[in-house]
């Protein structure tokens, strides 16, 4: 857990951290290269997995390729059903949550650190150029042809395992391939916002409520920020999710809530500041409403 009075930084679990997170009391094999970029066979881990397994942030990128199975995903406020020849992405430091996976599961599960594409013949910008790995773009691309997806995964998988220093270099653009592979393979409309005004606004909105949700403690505050009335932000989200503006705050306010009592030895009453809630029993009530347990006892949870 980590410690820190400093929540200008989102806390984010490194590496070493959310292994203890994911697989407490198994440690993963791993290999010299692993904080940087490391690939492994889901089968190999799931049944090390508790699940669920709570929100939380991660220090690095990741994706994972499902060739059998299916497996359940949050991405912020959202949950996605990950299927056989889908891909999920996750950007560093996005909220996410495992809620299921299915005991036959089977693809790969991949993280790598944004510094492996410092290399003088890569010109890359990982969300400008693959658009799936955008804050808040949909994670899901379903894959038509796997077999080469397949090819690339065993190669990276291969050289991950070799662990060739003077090979390492090699792995950016392997991962490259990959990502150009799933573009080309993708239909990437259904990633795409759609132009309608109330679907961009709300999009909009939710992306702000995740980047925000520390600074800023109102619908009021979020709809300057959007450059919009109030009113309109209300019409727009309810049209779209059938829930109020204040509705999402509050499902953002909880998320955070979770993620930094699971990561931080921040006091609860330090928690109730930062997401809005001034005082310490309105916000141990405002959790407990939404959660079915104190702040205190989820604290305490495994996991």
Not at 197 to 202: D, E, F, G, V
Not at 249 to 266: D, F, G, H, P, Y
């Amino acid at each position: 857990m980590l410690n820190t009075k400093d929540i200008s930084k989102i806390p984010s679990l490194t590496t070493s951290q959310f292994d203890a997170f994911l697989f407490p009391g198994w440690k993963p094999p791993n290999f010299a290269s692993y904080h940087q970029f490391h690939i492994t066979p889901i089968e190999s881990y799931i049944s090390h997995l508790k699940v669920p397994v709570l929100p939380h942030r991660r220090s690095v990128n990741f994706f994972i390729f499902l060739t059998k199975g299916r497996a359940v995903r949050s991405k912020g406020l959202n949950k996605y059903e990950i299927r056989p020849n889908h891909f999920y992405f996750l950007p560093a430091d996005q909220i996410t949550s495992l809620e299921y996976v299915s005991d036959d599961a089977q693809g790969y599960y991949c993280h790598f650190n944004l510094e492996i594409f410092q290399h003088r013949l890569l010109k890359m910008n990982l969300q400008s150029d693959f658009p799936f790995f955008g804050f808040n773009a949909h994670p899901l691309l379903e894959i038509k042809d796997s077999r080469p997806i397949i090819r690339i995964l065993k190669i990276l998988e291969n050289e991950y395992h070799l662990g060739e220093k003077e090979r390492f270099e090699l792995i950016p653009f392997y991962l490259i391939t990959l990502f150009l592979e799933a573009r080309k393979q993708a239909d990437l409309e259904i990633i795409k916002i759609d132009d309608k005004a109330a679907i961009t606004i709300t999009e909009r909105y939710k992306d702000a409520l995740q980047k925000f949700i520390h600074e800023k403690k109102t619908v009021a505050e979020f709809a300057e920020y959007l450059a919009i009335s109030k009113n309109h932000l209300h019409k727009c989200v309810k049209a779209v999710t059938g829930k109020s503006a204040h509705a999402l705050l509050a499902n953002m306010r909880i998320l955070e809530s979770k993620v930094l009592l699971k990561q931080t030895n921040l006091s609860i009453a330090e928690i109730a500041f930062n997401i809005g809630k001034l005082d310490q029993s309105d916000f141990s009530r405002f959790f407990k409403s939404n959660t079915g347990m104190t702040p205190r006892a989820y604290r305490k949870l495994e996991g």
